[in-house]
C-alpha cells in the first residue's frame, strides 16, 4: 500500500462483533485507519487513548478513526470498554487486513507493526506514517494531513 492507492474492500468484525467494510465508508469520509500490535499493551494503550483524546478533532475534520489489530473481537471489546474508546476496533485475526495494507512487522518481526494510513473521502491513501517507537505521533500526523488545505 502507497500514497495514492485505493484501500482495500474488507470486511472484519468490530468490537461487538458487527461486519464493518470498509469500501463502505468511500464516498462519505475520510479515514484514518490505525494498525497496532496489541489491546492492552504499554503503547498501544496510549495510541488508542490519544486517538480518543483527539476523537473531537477526527469528528470536526469528518473523519471516521478505526483502530485494527490482529487481537480478538472479545480482546476488542474489553479493551474499548476499560479505555472508554468511542471508534471503531477491528479484529483481523486471520491478517487479511494486515496483508492488504502490507503493514510491516515491528522492529523485532514478533508482532504486527504500527502503521496509520489517512485517507481521502475516496478512499485514496493520503498518507501513511510508521513508527512503531511513538505511538502518540500517530494521532499528530493523522490530523496534521487533515487538517491541511487540499
Known sequence: MKIGDQIPDLTLP???????????????????????PKDNTPGCTREACSFRDSYHQ??????????????????????????????LLLSDTAQLAQQAFHVPRNLFGLLPGRVTY???????????????????????????????PA
Open 14 to 36: 468490530d468490537q461487538n462483533g458487527q461486519p464493518i467494510r470498509l469500501h463502505d465508508f468511500i464516498g462519505k469520509n475520510p479515514l484514518v485507519i490505525f494498525f497496532y
Open 58 to 87: 477526527f469528528q470536526a475534520a469528518g473523519a471516521h478513526v478505526i483502530g485494527i489489530s490482529t487481537d480478538s473481537v472479545d480482546s476488542h471489546r474489553q479493551f474499548a470498554d476499560s479505555h472508554q474508546l468511542t471508534y
Open 118 to 148: 489517512v485517507t481521502d473521502i475516496h478512499g485514496i491513501v493520503l498518507h501513511i506514517y510508521d513508527s512503531a517507537l511513538q505511538p502518540r505521533h500517530h494521532v499528530r500526523e493523522a490530523l496534521r494531513v487533515l487538517q491541511s
